[in-house]
T-cell receptor, first 114, second 116 residues
């Protein structure tokens, strides 16, 4: 199993550009999450999904959108990039059966908006 | 407001030595506490998950303890190795209804450097 795969690894955007961060998992996990990690801060939840066709906002959803058309894929869309969205983005998944399932993280996408 | 505080922020130890990292939390209602290891440039990897009734849990040279009364946890690393150099993140889960995604509060991590 590859686990959780994120692409691209790095990206530089200009203000106002848009992009999609890709995330796919091959563990048949129902629950998927997008987090951002800023220097000196704990990870913050952007959006999550409890299954195909179901998504919900997390703590910091403004400026982002998601979709979940399949169990495997959970892309994150930035429509109008802003410098405040410079961060490292992590996708994660979990079985979701009970609360004691560990999160499996991808290796992140480092995004810079200039 | 739910918070997770970790100490120290950073730590340097010699290879072979032991160390203990601390985590204090105010998350309520409590569901479980998790420790993750994050290597530079990589995603976090789960080390342990402890529920309310568990006082201690081990994963190889890593031993986590939990005192749910005082809302404190520690991660003890025995006989450190160079490969232990990483950030260690404490995460506390808030109990939500069954079938809903857990609400997790992440600490800012302790950056550990193991040197020769």
């Amino acid at each position: 199993n590859a686990g959780v795969t994120q692409t691209p690894k790095f990206r530089i955007l200009k203000i106002g550009q848009s992009m999609t961060l890709q995330c796919t998992q091959d563990m048949n996990h129902n629950y998927m999450y997008w987090y951002r990690q800023d220097p000196g801060m704990g990870l913050k939840l952007i959006y999550y999904s409890v299954g195909a066709g179901i998504t919900d906002k997390g703590e910091v959803p403004n400026g982002y959108n998601v979709s979940r058309s399949t169990t495997e894929d959970f892309p994150l869309r930035l429509e109008l990039a802003a410098p405040s969205q410079t961060s490292v983005y992590f996708c994660a998944s979990t079985v979701g059966q009970g609360d004691n399932s560990p999160l499996h993280f991808g290796n992140g996408t480092r995004l810079t908006v200039t | 407001k739910n918070q997770v505080e970790q100490s120290p922020q950073s730590l340097i130890i010699l290879e072979g030595k032991n160390c203990t990292l601390q985590c204090n939390y105010t998350v309520s209602p409590f569901s479980n506490l998790r420790w993750y290891k994050q290597d530079t440039g990589r995603g976090p990897v789960s080390l342990t998950i402890m529920t309310f009734s568990e006082n201690t849990k081990s994963n190889g040279r890593y031993t986590a303890t939990l005192d749910a009364d005082t809302k404190q946890s520690s991660l003890h690393i025995t006989a450190s190795q160079l490969s232990d150099s990483a950030s260690y993140i404490c995460v506390v889960s808030e109990f939500i209804n069954t079938g809903t995604a857990s609400k997790l509060t992440f600490g800012t991590g302790t950056r550990l450097q193991v040197t020769l």
